[in-house]
């Protein structure tokens, strides 16, 4: 098999992988296996994207790093993606999201899993109440159905699933063997914990609340709570959730791949309550931030990794764990993608046609694809401490 050779000029790259924060950047950027000087490429007037570039098994890749979250952050980046490199084939958005703890396809989705995208659904179009939750039936707009390219893609990860997730530990091993990541490893089974979604993240004894205005109370809870950790509020273990497998309690654990929709908006879900309800209404099974801004512009997957699971507990103890499995996913994913020859588009547009589609064609195509068709997801929730399960309809 023939070297892979330095790319001639933008065209030539076909595969983004979007981050949202600086320390995904970076793990994504550990992963590609030689980099190329983005000056040599350039990009177009005006676009504001700061980017690296690299190679990923025989593919070019550009990485994108967003200045921020959110699907209005990752919209515009990936519009100004699309003038600057025309020839992108598949985009993958990739991080951390917040998990929904049930049962999906015999499986419990544990934190340091991952999930992999099949459709997503805007969640925090509606209005909220003065206390911040969401109003549950104004939310729930599909996104376009994916194209026929990703839904055959999705096909094929599937069906390889058992390949996918012996190659996604082998990378995941490599990365956490290196020095710069050793604040990555698995956090142990026992820093898993699930409180009950009734179970608020505040201060319990009301009494140490010290909050000048909104204090904690069995309706409230003050801002200062939400800075403050479950050890420093006593959050009581009794209200804990058994629901990690006892087969997915070792330190060498392998993390599981999970296929499904995905919530995606603004709201970063930190309610166990509407979490829940928004996952059994849409048969979710994770929320993340950044997905819905590129999903439109771009054959799009978002891989992310579960860092927390979107109630007010959320903490940031799973997190680097999460970016790396997410990561180390994506490489396992782009050995299954079959990209095309990048020298047609070339030879098209010096012929007089112009192929490629900027992120405003691709989106105006997209928009015409039609509402995505609900999938149904065998999804069993918890019911308070001991983790038993029922079918949700």
């Known amino acids: ?48 994207n700061i980017y690296t570039l690299g190679r990923i098994a025989s593919y070019n890749v550009v990485l994108v790093h967003l200045p921020g979250p959110g699907k209005t952050v990752a919209a515009t980046a990936a519009t100004s993606l699309g003038f600057s490199f025309r020839n992108i084939k598949l985009a993958l958005v990739v991080g951390v999201c917040g998990g929904v703890p049930k049962i999906h396809e015999g499986k419990a989705i544990v934190l340091g899993d991952i999930i992999i995208s099949t459709g997503l659904v805007q969640y925090d179009m509606g209005r909220q109440y003065p ?69 608020h993240h505040k201060h319990h004894q009301m009494e140490v609340c010290n909050a000048m205005y909104v204090k904690c109370g069995p309706y409230s809870t ?38 499904g929709r995905i919530a995606s908006g603004d709201l970063v879900m930190k309610s166990g309550e509407h979490r829940d309800e928004i996952a ?11 997905g819905a801004g590129v999903w439109e512009k771009f054959n799009c997957v978002v891989i992310k990794g579960v ?40 030879r098209n547009e ?24 609900n999938q149904q997801h065998d999804g069993a929730f918890y019911q308070g401490a001991g983790a038993r399960y029922n079918k949700s309809a």
């Open 131 to 199: 206390t911040k939750r969401i109003k549950i039936d104004d939310i729930g707009r599909d996104l376009p159905r994916p194209t026929t390219e990703i839904l055959a893609f999705l096909a094929k990860l599937k069906s390889d699933r058992d390949e996918l997730k012996t190659e996604t530990a082998a990378h995941l091993d490599a990365l956490l063997q290196e020095k710069s990541f050793e604040g990555s490893q698995f956090p142990g089974a026992h820093q898993d914990k699930l409180f009950q979604p009734t179970y």
């Open 280 to 290: 059994i209404q849409e048969q979710i099974i994770a929320f993340e931030t950044e």
């Open 1 to 48: 098999m023939a070297e892979p050779t330095k790319p001639v000029d933008r065209h030539a790259f076909q595969i983004a992988i979007i981050c949202a924060l600086e320390k995904e950047s970076k793990t994504a950027d550990a992963f590609l296996e030689e980099h190329f000087d983005s000056a040599d490429y350039g990009k177009e007037e005006g676009d504001r």
């Open 222 to 259: 003050c801002d200062d709570s939400r800075k403050m950790t479950c050890g420093e509020l006593c959050c009581a273990e009794e209200n804990l959730v058994a629901w990690r497998p006892p087969g997915a309690a070792t330190e060498t654990e392998t993390p599981n791949i999970h296929f």
């Open 350 to 373: 010096r012929g007089g046609q112009y192929f490629y589609m900027t992120g405003e064609h691709n989106l105006a195509a997209q928009l015409g694809r039609g509402a995505f068709n």
């Open 307 to 346: 860092g927390h699971y979107a109630d007010s507990h959320k903490n940031k103890v799973w997190q680097p764990y999460a970016r790396a499995t997410a990561v180390a996913c994506t490489k396992a994913c782009l050995k299954l993608w079959v990209g095309s020859d990048p020298e047609a588009g070339r």
